[in-house]
């Protein structure tokens, strides 16, 4: 056991897995749950996803050794001034959101002196969402980020990343802002560009709904995957990082002109050149363990 108490504020996919990954590895003496949703909390007590069940984020946290933050980034700075008075002296608080700046900035000012803060990013996730959608293999093998600042406990440090470890994740530490843009690539502007091209479909009316449903290669059906994910937490997202993501959005229009003119100019060698380059890309992220190359990148071949 690391943490004889953990909160969950927020009873969604990552919470949810957290929960379970705890429990197989008992990690915790007790796990308590909220989420703002009546209907949620009543889900989350039906299935037994924690050990018990309150009504507010102030009740979950009392006596709570280590308190999880995970709610869409634009509401973290209201949960944490919910919170603040109720949390103990010495315990520790993180987050699971995916821009870390904003979640600082924000956070932070509610803490009292005593409770130590270091931020999180699980890179791990499905397009599901809920109480129902979590399970205790989600961090196996996958990366968390911790966040660590001047001023940042090293003992509290070291203990939420064993926590981490033990739920099977691959702890990474990494500097705020080194964060936010390195997500702007790896999944802000991937996620805004999935929508956008799903978007695109929808709007073309010289494609009809049925031939995009029913003929949908593994591109496109890759970027609906992406676009179910929840549009509250994307758009919190996409508000809270925005510098980077218009940066790396910046440069990606930049590229996209390119092969636009390469096209138009009947330029083979450098699209060959480019498609080379951007293929060895994803042999790197195959032989990190971080995805597979079977067919359907490993997602079951089952009919929708």
Do not use: C
């Not at 008992?26 to 909220?34: D, H, N, R, S």
């Not at 509610?110 to 129902?132: K, M, N, Y």
């Not at 994740?169 to 999935?194: C, F, Q, W, Y």
């Not at 609906?224 to 440069?251: C, H, K, Q, Y």
């Amino acid at each position: 056991m690391i943490y004889e108490r953990v909160a969950l504020i927020g009873l969604g996919l990552i919470a949810g897995s957290m929960s379970l990954a705890a429990r197989r590895a008992e990690l915790a003496g007790e796990i308590v749950g909220t989420a703002r949703s009546a209907e949620t909390r009543a889900i989350a007590k039906e299935i037994n996803l924690v050990d018990r069940i309150v009504g507010t984020a102030a009740e979950a946290v009392k006596d709570a050794d280590l308190i999880v933050l995970a709610v869409p980034v634009g509401a973290m700075g209201m949960v944490a001034e919910e919170i603040g008075p109720h949390l103990k002296r010495g315990a520790t608080v993180t987050d699971v959101g995916s821009v870390k700046r904003h979640v600082i900035e924000t956070v932070t000012p509610h803490l009292p002196d005593g409770v130590h803060f270091i931020p999180g990013h699980p890179i791990a996730g499905t397009e599901h969402s809920g109480p129902r959608s979590g399970f205790a293999e989600l961090f196996d093998n996958r990366w968390t980020l911790l966040i660590e600042g001047d001023e940042t406990d090293q003992d509290a440090l070291a203990r939420l990343r064993k926590f981490w470890e033990k739920m099977g994740a691959n702890v990474g530490i990494m500097e705020k802002d080194r964060h936010d843009l390195v997500l702007a690539v790896t999944s802000h502007a991937p996620h805004l560009i999935a929508y956008t091209m799903v978007g695109v479909a929808d709007d073309l009316q010289r494609v009809t709904d049925s031939e995009v449903i029913n003929y949908s290669a593994a591109g496109f059906r890759d970027f609906t995957r992406i676009a179910a994910s929840d549009p509250t937490m994307w758009r919190d997202v996409f508000l809270t990082n925005r510098d980077a993501t218009l940066e790396i959005l910046g440069r990606f229009t930049e590229e996209l002109f390119a092969l636009q003119r390469a096209i138009r100019t009947g330029d083979g060698e450098h699209l060959h050149d480019y498609f080379t380059r951007t293929r060895a890309v994803r042999r790197g992220i195959i032989e990190a363990g971080q995805d597979t190359e079977a067919p359907n990148f490993g997602r079951g071949q089952k009919k929708v």
